[in-house]
T-cell receptor, first 114, second 110 residues
Framework: DGGITQSPKYLFRKEGQNVTLSCEQN?????MYWYRQDPGQGLRLIYY???????QKGDIAEGYSVSREKKESFPLTVTSAQKNPTAFYLC?????????????FGNGTRLTVT | SQQGEEDPQALSIQEGENATMNCSYK?????LQWYRQNSGRGLVHLIL?????REKHSGRLRVTLDTSKKSSSLLITASRAADTASYFC??????????FGKGNQVVVIP
């Protein structure tokens, strides 16, 4: 079955450590996205990539970094510079622009930093 | 700031009843999307309605779009316990971005 796989489902880290969240898709989608979701809130865009080897900052990119070396992979690194990293992180992909193409989401990674 | 805002924020209904939720937005759009999120899971796309459409159906879901009022509604008919979830509207915002509302939590009581 085609889809998006995020791993791990739960992740715990100590403050000051960088951590990388995995996102892999086998849908052959060009565009991929990272969102952050806080309790009772909507989704906020961290980074997005419309094509391999290219990515743009979203609304809350500070303290995060990404890479897009392969079409199917879009890992997100949460650095120690991110002040409030504890959140639910969602990866998504689409065939084209999210303007008019439905997003396909993974099941998220819940990151807890203490 | 988020463009889409859902109303009401939380809704509790009996199984079999209809559930209606609304979404308002501020700027002109060419389409609007609705998503569902079950607890602890990713979002699932439900419907995309274009600005030249007034109503769209998908199974027990009915979405309307009123561009003059900058609002959309999602109706779930004959609700089931499995419809318990949060529902988000999303509108195009800026460059290749979607702005999501805060979500509307629906609880269907068996």
């Amino acid at each position: 079955d085609g889809g998006i796989t995020q791993s791990p489902k739960y992740l715990f880290r100590k403050e000051g450590q960088n951590v990388t969240l995995s996102c892999e898709q086998n849908l052959n989608h060009d565009a991929m996205y990272w969102y952050r979701q806080d309790p009772g809130q909507g989704l906020r865009l961290i980074y997005y990539s419309q094509i391999v080897n290219d990515f743009q900052k979203g609304d809350i990119a500070e303290g995060y970094s990404v890479s897009r070396e392969k079409k199917e992979s879009f890992p997100l690194t949460v650095t120690s510079a991110q002040k409030n990293p504890t959140a639910f992180y969602l990866c998504a992909s689409s065939t084209g622009s999210s303007y008019n193409s439905p997003l396909h989401f993974g099941n998220g990674t819940r990151l807890t930093v203490t | 700031s988020q463009q889409g805002e859902e109303d009401p924020q939380a809704l509790s209904i009996q199984e079999g009843e209809n559930a209606t939720m609304n979404c308002s937005y501020k700027t002109s759009i060419n389409n609007l999307q609705w998503y569902r999120q079950n607890s602890g899971r990713g979002l699932v796309h439900l419907i995309l309605i274009r600005s030249n459409e007034r109503e769209k159906h998908s199974g027990r879901l009915r979405v309307t779009l009123d561009t003059s009022k900058k609002s959309s509604s999602l109706l779930i008919t004959a609700s089931r316990a499995a419809d318990t979830a949060s529902y988000f509207c999303a509108t195009p915002h800026g460059n290749n971005r979607l702005a999501f509302g805060k979500g509307n939590q629906v609880v269907v009581i068996p």
